[in-house]
């Protein structure tokens, strides 16, 4: 994922979580904002220090930009989309957090149907 594609600023945060509406798994928790001038969706990752030490935090946020990534083609363009992790998904591996972004994104109408 691009680094123009990423949200960084605690005010941009601040707005999403404000205006926005969220949805929740087991492993993670939504937040996303129709933002209609946007090309592209941006997306802002939150990993506690409650998850684990930084080597597990910075492992997680990989698994989930890699799965953004992989789902670039099918995500709808004018959002912007915060993730934030819970403890169960310091047990996952890359495929049970992809399907469970997969699953976010489905049931907030934020992916494309094929």
Same mark, same amino acid.
Request: hydrophobic content about 30%.
């Given at each position: 994922? $691009?680094? +123009?594609? *990423? #949200? $960084?600023?605690? =005010?941009?945060f601040q707005k999403v979580f404000?205006?926005?509406a969220s949805f +929740?798994? *087991? /492993?993670l928790v939504i937040y996303y904002l129709?933002? *209609?001038? /946007?090309a592209h969706y941006r997306v802002g990752l939150s990993v506690s220090k409650k998850i684990g030490n930084a080597v597990v935090r910075n492992q997680i $946020? *990989?698994?989930l930009? /890699? +799965?953004?990534?992989e789902l670039n083609e099918e #995500?709808? +363009? =004018?959002y912007d989309i915060i993730i934030i992790a819970r403890q169960p998904v310091r047990d996952c591996d890359f495929h049970d957090v992809k399907k469970s972004v997969q699953h976010l994104l489905y049931k907030t109408g934020l992916l494309m149907k094929k």
């Open positions: 994922m $691009k680094k +123009a594609f *990423r #949200i $960084k600023k605690n =005010s941009e404000k205006n926005g +929740a798994n *087991r /492993q129709n933002k *209609r001038d /946007q $946020k *990989r698994y930009r /890699q +799965a953004f990534l #995500i709808h +363009a =004018s």
